[in-house]
């Protein structure tokens, strides 16, 4: 699935609208995550309602303000526009998270034609390996809410290591670096006076 956007450009959809350029940072955004592309247009009258829905999807799952840990999960708005200024108008009422195309990009127009793009909206869920898991999953999303994903990520094996814990360190006593500074510190008087050197 990285390889579908190496040695492409992608931008944050934040006030900076950082540029993703290099295949390191390409890798770390997009790497083992299930991905969504989201096709649409700004004259789209079903794109507008759905962009609020997908919005509050996509938040609930990445935002940390709802979650703990946010879930692999990549969105990329591929626009279907006519001009810059109605993919500006989308995006504007998109969460900062999402990344896109930019508007002089042939590449959209690519994507379109890959995955047999006919209607809008139409969002692409993709797993990490690039397959396709939902040709369009726009309908899930607005029937199931956030329960799609649990699905899309088991059907795709994809396992969330930051819950995980090695079974080897089950038994360990796990400890801090500041540890022993923080035993000599809190010792009393007579556990320093038992443990002098010279004493058996």
Not at 62 to 67: C, M, N, S, T, V
Not at 160 to 189: C, G, H, I, Q, W
Request: aromatic letters at 12%.
């Amino acid at each position: 699935m990285v390889d579908l956007f190496l040695n492409r450009v992608l931008v944050e959809n934040n006030w900076d609208q950082d540029e993703l350029n290099t295949e390191r940072e390409i890798i770390a955004i997009l790497e083992n995550r299930i991905l969504m592309l989201f096709f649409a247009s700004a004259e789209c009258k079903k794109c507008r309602e759905f962009v609020p829905v997908l919005n509050d999807f996509f938040k609930r799952l990445k935002d940390p303000a709802y979650i703990e840990y946010p879930k692999l999960l990549a969105l990329i708005y591929v626009s279907l526009d006519q001009s810059e200024e109605q993919q500006g108008s989308v995006l504007k009422e998109m969460h900062k998270r999402v990344l896109f195309l930019a508007f002089e990009d042939p590449y959209r127009k690519e994507l379109q034609a890959m995955f047999k793009v006919k209607d809008v909206p139409t969002v692409v869920v993709l797993r990490p390996d690039g397959s396709v898991l939902s040709p369009n999953a726009v309908e899930d999303i607005c029937r199931f809410g956030c329960g799609c994903f649990g699905d899309w990520q088991e059907s795709a094996g994809l396992i969330e290591r930051s819950f995980m814990l090695n079974e080897e360190f089950d038994n360990l006593n796990l400890r801090s670096a500041t540890e022993p500074v923080r035993r000599l510190k809190y010792k009393t008087e007579d556990d320093k006076r038992n443990k002098k050197w010279w004493k058996l």
